[in-house]
């Protein structure tokens, strides 16, 4: 028979068991071990159906619970199933349900093997998400950037050293730096958000405070690769960025974008959500600057109207020489010299 439980992700807390179609009601207290006043004794009632893979979920609770990130109505009711993850209050508290068969004539408190999730349940890195703060979207967390980016993560910083490629094959398989997106999509430590149709990571090497990349699970290569059939995937992606930004602590004081690389160097389509403060170590060089702020980077929309109209994404002739371009700063246009010179002078647009 199957037995459903609530797991704590973000500390090891005892385990909740969910009976079959049984009302389950839990909030703020030593069950959870939550003492956050935000969250009522009473914040959500359950029902597992075990039959059916999944759990029903009630707000009760004044502040929200969620379920991947998108919050549940006062008195609203709504299906968790696993691989998904439900914050119990305002983006805090992180559970995911696991459905277990258990053996034995008596029913006893053997497990089994827990089913496997389709998909990596949803993390920031440090579990909690806290409404996608800083401590788990910013730039020191690692991230995976497309191979513009030439240096490797060491905390906070990023090294000069470029991603090794091997002289005795040039075949792209797994191993391959240009093909590290596919590993780190799959990776919940890596993991800020997913639902059925797109995972989003953090970039490993950010050009700027807040650098996401947004990833469709279905194989789609690169921009070359999309037609009208994925009109409706890059609407949703674009929205899901919208919704991420939303999200961002700082979207009241910095600006974002939201595009793609006319010519990535990283296999896998994947949208760029990035602020325009560019204030990162990890931003090295005249080919980082350029790749985010000429026209080698195309607005989301952009890319949207076009696949609409033309059916597929067009890409000028000429585009790579782009990244060749003088550095300009991107706000007041003014030429700088060098990158240590355009780091200073872009503090002189950052928010007070």
């Known amino acids: 028979m199957q037995v459903c439980w609530l797991v704590r992700k973000d500390k090891c807390c005892q385990r909740i068991k969910l009976p079959h179609l049984k009302t389950v009601v839990i ?10 006043k935000k969250c009522s004794r009473q914040q959500v009632q359950l029902k597992a159906d075990c039959n059916k893979g999944y759990v029903r979920i009630k707000q009760m609770g004044v502040n ?36 277990s068969e258990v053996t034995g004539v008596s029913g006893a408190k053997a497990e089994g093997k827990t089913k496997a999730n ?12 806290e409404n996608m703060s800083e401590k788990s979207m910013k730039m020191e967390q690692p991230d995976l950037q497309d191979g513009s980016s030439s240096c490797k993560p ?53 050009k700027a405070r807040y650098h996401w990349l947004i990833l469709p699970w279905d194989s789609l290569s690169s921009l070359k690769s999309v037609t009208k059939e994925h009109l409706e995937l890059l609407e949703h992606m674009h929205a899901v960025g919208e919704k991420l930004i939303q ?27 990035i602020s325009q403060d560019f204030d990162s170590p990890c931003l090295k060089n005249k080919k980082h600057w350029n790749s985010f702020t000429t026209e080698y980077f ?24 782009l990244l060749k371009l003088p550095l300009r700063c991107h706000v007041c246009k003014q030429h700088q010299s060098t990158i240590p010179q355009l780091k200073e002078h872009l503090k002189k647009h950052w928010p007070k």
């Open 154 to 206: 060491n905390n906070t910083s990023c090294s000069s050293s470029s991603p090794h490629v091997s002289s005795s094959s040039h075949k792209e398989h797994l191993g391959h730096w240009s093909q590290g997106l596919k590993i780190s999509m799959q990776d919940p430590k890596m993991q800020v958000y997913k639902d059925e149709r797109v995972v989003i990571i953090k970039d490993k090497y950010p």
């Open 64 to 99: 929200p619970a969620s379920i991947d990130l998108v919050d549940i109505d006062k008195d609203e009711e709504v299906k968790l199933k696993p691989g998904q993850v439900l914050h119990l209050v305002n983006k805090l508290y992180p559970y995911t349900v696991q459905f």
């Open 247 to 273: 999200q961002c602590l700082d979207q009241d004081r910095l600006e974002f974008r939201l595009g793609y690389h006319a010519i990535p160097s990283m296999s896998h389509v994947h949208l760029h959500v």
């Open 27 to 36: 909030g703020r207290g030593p069950e959870t071990e939550i003492t956050d």
């Open 298 to 321: 195309l607005n989301s929309q952009d890319v949207i109207e076009m696949v609409k109209t033309k059916g597929k994404v067009l890409v000028k002739d000429g585009t790579s020489e």
């Open 118 to 129: 389709k998909r990596p349940y949803v993390d920031s890195g440090n579990s909690n998400m």
